[in-house]
């Protein structure tokens, strides 16, 4: 009788606690219509999940220290990395095949959602803007300037440095269609590798 | 000696399970009826707060729907019709008339903002006048515009933080493509201007194409009659008065029909716990009939067994009021959610605001509803036939 008295106000204070926290302090990455958003970016899935993750998870300080690392150690170039992140699994029936995912990014003239989704080893099958400010923004949500990033992984945004701006191969090589617009065109890589290596150190490389 | 309470407290532990039943039964209740008293009262000091940070007690407005006129002043909203400027000149004089503050409202379509675009606001105003309505205003960084004409833009501290801005930092009108350069950032308000974007009124007036304006805000003197200058300034030509009185009656009206709704909730609750009551105590004078005859053979009145029946059910109802009182205080903040996601407007800060006062009236109402539910029972228990009770199996 005690323990299910003591239960049920365990589960009344928990879903109270929930229900009370505040909205997210800072700002969240989410798909605005993930219901027509989800099987645009992964044509071949036809279900999706949503979860979250974020480093105020216990322990989780370390990581954050180690992936502003990887980041070239100038946070200020991103936006807050200690931010909820919402992530979208992917199926095709019951299995899994990939994820979408999304970062906020500080543009020229506001903020920069950008989305990609991946496959299982991490390789960008699609990548999506979902806002952004500015006269150029039609150039970069173009079709041609997205599909520079088709097959892209982690591995390429490692050999292009997003602090200098500098580096060799794929990365490196994408066309910038917006020269005006050098802001958002390097807030746009710098979003993308950051949006890698929180999969690779939340997911990917847990996985191996 | 034993007393009745102790004798009444007994008898309730002797069934645990039906007694914890009824008890959340009148927890549940006294939880949404104090839940819904706090509601009405916070929800009116949260729309008077609101009403109060607006700075200004009266708007005039070229003429329109009152109610679109109500979102333009709570929600932002697209502007309407324009004033002309010169307008505030017959304001102004005005003996009542302690402030005035030109406005400029001006939506613009985004398409690249949310699901297939979205509207961006812009409130234009004087940096000269607009400041001295909003006194409680507090800049996180930097301050008001350099002045009235520059490509400048002081940002609510939501609209900062969406659109990841800092002082320094460049934004874009949509459609117009005019860049403004970010100069100041408010501290949170918890109210609408946390949303909202700032322009010097002349700039925006460049960008917008227009020398009027869409609204001006009044600040009336202190003891003055403000239905007298309502009337006063309803001889303008063109032009409608909102007193944010009248808004606050309108919205009070809007949100009635929900109050009703939570009114029954908690009404339908207070009756099931009533049955709850009379079937627990009921069931229990039942279950004692053999008891109550004893004690009546050993010279117990039928007052006597009444007033002991009628002291469980003051116990289960206490307690059970309490409970409900406390879960209503301990979980104000998650209800306070809640309701914010089922009205059509919320004002800022708390919405529900539980006071002694619908503390004591909440205990009040469970007391003399749990009472009467103990009234036929009571009776019943009462009225015992004493060697009749003995006599039967039990």
Not at chain 1, 46 to 73: C, D, I, M, W
Not at chain 1, 164 to 181: D, L, M, R, W
Not at chain 2, 62 to 90: F, V, W
Request: charged share 20%.
């Amino acid at each position: 009788m005690r323990r299910f008295v003591l239960t049920t106000i365990s589960i009344l204070l928990f879903i109270s606690t929930w229900c009370a926290l505040p909205a997210l302090a800072a700002v969240n990455c989410e798909l605005n219509n993930p219901s027509s958003d989800v099987p645009r970016l992964f044509p071949v899935s036809n279900s999706f999940t949503k979860t979250y993750f974020s480093f105020s998870q216990p322990g989780k300080e370390p990581l954050l220290r180690k992936v502003e690392a990887r980041l070239g150690g100038v946070p200020v170039l991103y936006a807050p990395l200690n931010v909820p992140y919402t992530l979208y699994e992917i199926y095709k029936d019951k299995k899994k095949i990939g994820y979408i995912h999304g970062v906020n990014q500080k543009g020229q003239y506001g903020v920069i959602e950008v989305f990609v989704s991946l496959d299982m080893h991490g390789t960008i099958k699609a990548f999506y803007i979902q806002r952004m400010a500015g006269p150029w923004t039609k150039k970069f949500t173009s079709h041609t300037f997205g599909k520079q990033f088709i097959g892209l992984s982690l591995a390429d945004f490692e050999l292009y440095d997003t602090v200098t701006c500098k580096g060799t191969g794929a990365v490196a090589s994408i066309i910038n269609p917006a020269p005006e617009a050098m802001t958002d065109f390097y807030g746009l890589l710098r979003a993308l590798k950051k949006n890698l290596i929180l999969m690779d150190e939340f997911f990917y490389s847990v996985k191996r | 000696m034993i007393s009745k309470f102790q004798i009444a407290t007994k008898n309730l532990l002797r069934k645990k399970v039906r007694t914890l039943l009824t008890l959340v039964g009148i927890m549940l209740s006294s939880w949404v009826l104090a839940s819904l008293l706090g509601f009405n009262r916070g929800y009116e000091n949260a729309l008077n707060h609101d009403i109060d940070n607006m700075g200004y007690q009266l708007m005039v407005m070229a003429k329109g729907c009152p109610y679109e006129a109500a979102t333009l002043m709570l929600q932002g909203g697209t502007g309407l019709r324009y004033i002309e400027r010169s307008m505030i000149d017959s304001i102004i004089n005005k003996p009542e008339v302690d402030k005035v503050t030109p406005i400029l409202m001006q939506a613009y379509f985004d398409p690249d903002k949310g699901d297939g675009g979205g509207i961006a606001g812009y409130f234009g105003v004087e940096a000269a006048s607009f400041p001295g309505m909003k006194p409680f205003f507090r800049f996180r960084t930097g301050g008001w515009f350099r002045s009235e004409t520059s490509d400048e833009a002081v940002m609510g501290y939501e609209a900062a933080e969406l659109e990841q801005r800092e002082v320094g930092d460049m934004i874009m009108v949509p459609e117009k493509n005019v860049p403004l350069k970010v100069v100041g950032i408010l501290e949170r308000t918890g109210t609408q201007d946390d949303g909202t974007i700032f322009v010097p009124l002349k700039a925006l007036q460049k960008i917008a194409g227009t020398d009027k304006i869409t609204t001006i805000g009044i600040k009336v003197k202190n003891n003055t009659d403000s239905a007298k200058l309502e009337n006063d300034l309803y001889q303008l030509p063109d032009v409608q008065v909102v007193s944010f009185t009248q808004v606050k009656q309108t919205i009070m009206k809007l949100i009635s029909t929900a109050r009703v709704m939570a009114l029954s909730i908690a009404i339908v609750a207070i009756l099931i716990a009533m049955v709850g009551v009379v079937n627990t105590v009921l069931m229990s004078v039942l279950e004692r009939r053999q008891e109550i005859g004893i004690l009546k053979t050993m010279g117990a009145m039928p007052g006597d067994i009444f007033r002991l029946v009628w002291t469980e059910t003051l116990i289960i109802c206490s307690i059970g009021g309490i409970a409900g009182i406390g879960c209503a205080l301990l979980f104000a903040r998650g209800t306070d959610v809640l309701v914010r996601r089922i009205l059509p407007y919320s004002p800022g800060g708390g919405l529900v605001s539980i006071d002694g006062k619908s503390v004591l009236l909440t205990l009040a109402i469970i007391m003399v509803i749990g009472l009467l539910s103990g009234i036929y029972p009571a009776w019943q228990a009462g009225r015992v036939r004493p060697l009749d009770s003995i006599r039967s199996d039990g």
